[in-house]
């Protein structure tokens, strides 16, 4: 069935293929839309949930600390201020390893050698161009006169 069976001329054909084509993308928008809506509901439980555990990690740090201590002072059978030291140095310790860890990660990382030589080579190919200069056209030329 051709445009001319249905009684349609071409500009009507046009006319519903693009309002077909608009609804088409404002139905794509919402959906993205909703999309997003939703992963943006995600990541903001998510998020809770993890500072939520982070701070509920913080909290439980010393108190495991001191439950450590005890343990050490009750098992060893040496004073309580020792024991305290005892975890307190571990903490260091484990700090110190680390900072040695992270100084080794950063001491890996390089600069970006072959994006700072292509920026080089694009910067000395655009340093030796010379603008053209522009031609007036005629009837410009013509009218300033």
Not at 28 to 40: S, T, W, Y
Not at 55 to 82: K, Q
Request: proline residues 4%.
């Amino acid at each position: 069935m051709t445009a001319a069976d249905e009684g349609r001329s071409l500009g009507e054909l046009v006319a519903s293929a693009t309002a077909e084509l608009s609804g088409l993308v404002h139905d794509e928008i919402a959906l993205a839309k909703a999309e997003l809506r939703q992963d943006v509901r995600r990541a903001l439980l998510g998020s809770v949930a993890g500072m939520v555990g982070a701070v509920l990690t913080v909290f439980a740090v010393p108190l495991f600390s001191f439950a450590l201590a005890f343990w050490i002072h009750n098992w060893w059978g040496i004073s309580l201020a020792l024991s305290c030291t005892i975890v307190g140095g571990f903490y260091v310790l484990l700090a110190l390893l680390l900072f040695l860890l992270a100084k080794s990660r950063f001491g890996r990382i390089a600069p970006p050698e072959r994006s700072i030589r292509s920026a080089k080579a694009s910067a000395s190919v655009l340093s030796s161009v010379r603008p053209r200069p522009r031609g007036v056209p005629a009837d410009e030329a013509g009218s300033s006169t």
